[in-house]
Structures are given as C-alpha cells and as structure tokens.
C-alpha cells in the first residue's frame, strides 16, 4: 500500500492536477493535499486538505507527524515574472519552503522528495537550441536565481546527507483545468481562453519568441514516472531536463485558426519578454530518457484539440 503522501501548494496549477491524479492512483485517504487558501470544488471534495504555509516548518512539521506523511511534492512557488516584482518574498517562499522539506528529509521525518525546477535556471549566455542537461547557468531573473540554488542544494542534500530528492526542469505548461499564475509562459494558456470567450488575443509576448513548452497531462506523467523510479536509475539529484515541444505565439496561434479560423492575435511584449529572451528555446532530454524512460505524448496541434475541447 501507498503511503501517506504530502502535497504543499496543491491549489496551484500543477498541484490540483497532481493531487487529483496521484488520489486516482493511490486512493482519496493516501494523498493530503495542502495550500494557504483552499483550492477548486473538486479538489477540495477530493480528500483531505490541510491549510498550510510551506514556508512554517512547525506546521508542516505537525502534519507530516499526524499523518505518518512519506512523501512530499513541494509545489508552491513564486514564478518568473511575479518574483520580478516581489523579489524578496519570491526568494523566502521559494528556498524557505525548500529548505523546510530537505530538513525533514534529513531528520528521517519524510522519506522521498520531489521539488521542481524550470527552464528558468537558464539564462542568455546558455546555448539556446536543444539546450544540453549540463551547460553555462547564468539566469537573470530571481525565479531562476532561486531555481538554481534549489538545484544545487538538492543535490548537496543528497550526496551529503542521502537525502532521496527528485526534480524535473519544468518548461511552460499547458492546462485547461487550473490557471497558471504569475509565470512568463502564461500566454500559452491564455490564449485559448480568449481564443473561445473573444475570438482574438493580445500576446505579452513576440510573434517569434520560441519556448519549450508542455502540456499538462504529460508534465503529470513525467513527475509520477520520476518518483516511482528506482533510486539507484537516477544519474541527477539536481534536476532533470524534460523536453516535450517548443513553439511561439504566432504558432499557437496558426494552430488555433485550425479550429477558430476567425481568431486574430496581436503583439503587445512587456517586461516579460526579457524573462522569456534569456531562457532556452528547445531542451534536449537525454539523461531523463535513458534514466526513467521519459517519453512525451503531445504536440502542439493535439494540444489545441484538447484544450479547446475541455474549455468549450
Ligand atoms: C514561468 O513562466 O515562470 C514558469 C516556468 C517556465 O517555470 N511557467
């Protein structure tokens, strides 16, 4: 039998979906979910829901000890272009909460992490296109920058205290059910909801700005498919490449008028266009292939089916 697994920042947009399916497989009572504000109806009828602040260690302390807790999904972060404007309070929320949840790790409380990183650890100086799993990490945004230094202690916690902690490098995700908040990436879901409520979207992002995205079925696939993995097949402690597709607006956009032949799009880039020129445009996904057998499902085209599809 699964043991108790623990979800912080379950109300976000990976955590509902994540919550939703590892309750699917493992049953409703096996998996707490946890967040500062409660989340979506079908989430919060789900299961068991704590509220919790990732950032208090004594109360996740207490939960993990009332719930004989064994795992946790650390979910809950300030994203790129929010942590922009809230740079300190980006960087408390995200080391603080990772720092809570590799101490209880150490101390024997907890026995399996997982933590996600984001193309965000790249930055302008790292080669663009089919960006390698080892490679220059020079990130300009403080999303990154506390990305980054997740990364490494991660691994730190695990070559010095055997600390069993498993991370994907997210790239954008593409969901239908939460909205993402806060991210540079953002647009990419946007752009269906206006696609379908006003037939036309204004981008924050340029024509040609290509990013490695993914749509969220598959980001769910690959972070269950690394934490059921057997430990000695994990070459990386820091955290993984994960590859799926990349495009850009113009092409979201293409493969919208496939459905909606009406929709127009127009260009309006912000601050977050700079967030967007320092990351990667492709990602090259070796080690999470050959270490856990990572496959993606879905292209963009298939994405738009089903995003358009669910949100009708
Ligand atoms: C963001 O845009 O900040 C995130 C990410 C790529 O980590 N979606």
């Not at 989340?39 to 009332?66: C, K, Q, R, W």
Request: with cysteine; proline share 6%.
């Amino acid at each position: 039998m699964q043991k108790p697994i623990l979800i912080l920042g379950a109300c976000g947009q990976i955590g509902t979906e994540l919550t939703m399916e590892l309750r699917n497989k493992y049953g409703r009572e096996s998996v707490i979910a946890s967040d500062i504000r409660e989340g979506n109806n079908s989430l919060m009828e789900s299961g068991p829901f704590e509220l919790l602040d990732a950032t208090n260690y004594e109360a996740i302390e207490n939960v993990v000890m009332h719930y004989e807790i064994d795992e946790v999904y650390l979910m809950a972060a300030m994203l790129s272009a929010t942590a922009e404007k809230f740079p300190m309070r980006a960087w408390n929320l995200n080391m603080g909460s990772l720092f809570n949840i590799l101490n209880l790790a150490r101390e024997g409380k907890i026995s399996k992490i997982f933590w996600p990183s984001s193309i965000a650890v790249f930055g302008p100086n790292t080669p663009k296109d089919d960006t390698p799993q080892s490679t220059i990490m020079e990130p300009s945004t403080v999303y990154g920058i506390s990305k980054q230094s997740g990364e490494r202690w991660c691994e730190y916690y695990f070559k010095k205290f055997g600390v069993d902690v498993r991370s994907v490098r997210y790239p954008g995700l593409i969901s239908w059910k939460t909205m993402p908040g806060g991210g540079t990436t953002d647009y990419a879901v946007e752009i269906y909801h206006d696609a379908l409520k006003k037939g036309s979207y204004q981008s924050f992002l340029d024509k040609e700005t290509r990013l490695p995205m993914m749509y969220m079925d598959d980001a769910i696939r690959a972070t269950i498919s690394l934490m059921e993995s057997p430990a000695e097949n994990l070459t990386i402690r820091s955290s993984y490449n994960l590859g799926s597709m990349s495009f850009t607006p113009n092409e979201v956009a293409k493969s919208i008028q496939k459905h909606i032949p009406d929709f127009t799009i127009s260009y309006a880039p912000d601050f977050r266009q700079q967030i967007a020129d320092s990351w990667p445009s492709s990602i090259d996904d070796t080690p999470a292939r050959k270490d856990w057998g990572w496959q993606p499902g879905f292209d963009l085209d298939q994405t738009t089916v089903e995003m358009l599809e669910n949100l009708k």
